[in-house]
Nanobody, 130 residues
Framework: EVQLQASGGGLVQPGGSLRLSCQVSGLAFDDVAIGWFRQAPGKEREVSSCISSSGGSTYYTNSVKGRFTISRDNAKNTVYLQMNSLKPEDTAVYYC???????????????????????WGKGTQVTVSS
């Protein structure tokens, strides 16, 4: 059984930082790209970031570029999202997700936008507020 366990969310003040983690089990983690979605209250879920299976390429949506960094440790089957300079508009539930057929973010993003993710973490709440 494939499982994605996301953690690391919480309440932080504007300008602060958080690091999310998503530990994966049940598949060959280093064979798949993985990424983060987020869903703010009253809004549609959106792609936040992605990292390729090797970790050699990444993707960020414009609103988080320069503030968020996605990384992965294939030895620990874990992906991380370092979030700096957080803003109130970053408040959302963050989900990690895998499309088992994608090694590169280019493919992962296409499938993400077509509701093609195969496996999801349960989500972790990030709240940015003073």
């Amino acid at each position: 059984e494939v499982q994605l366990q996301a953690s690391g969310g919480g309440l932080v003040q504007p300008g602060g930082s958080l690091r999310l983690s998503c530990q994966v089990s049940g598949l060959a983690f280093d064979d798949v790209a993985i990424g983060w979605f987020r869903q703010a209250p009253g809004k549609e879920r959106e792609v936040s970031s992605c990292i390729s299976s090797s970790g050699g390429s990444t993707y960020y949506t414009n609103s988080v570029k320069g503030r968020f960094t996605i990384s992965r440790d294939n030895a620990k089957n874990t992906v991380y999202l370092q979030m700096n300079s957080l803003k109130p508009e970053d408040t959302a539930v963050y989900y990690c997700a895998i499309d088992h057929s994608s090694r590169m973010c280019m493919n992962w993003i296409v499938n993400a936008r077509n509701n093609g993710m195969d496996y999801w973490g349960k989500g972790t709440q990030v709240t940015v507020s003073s």
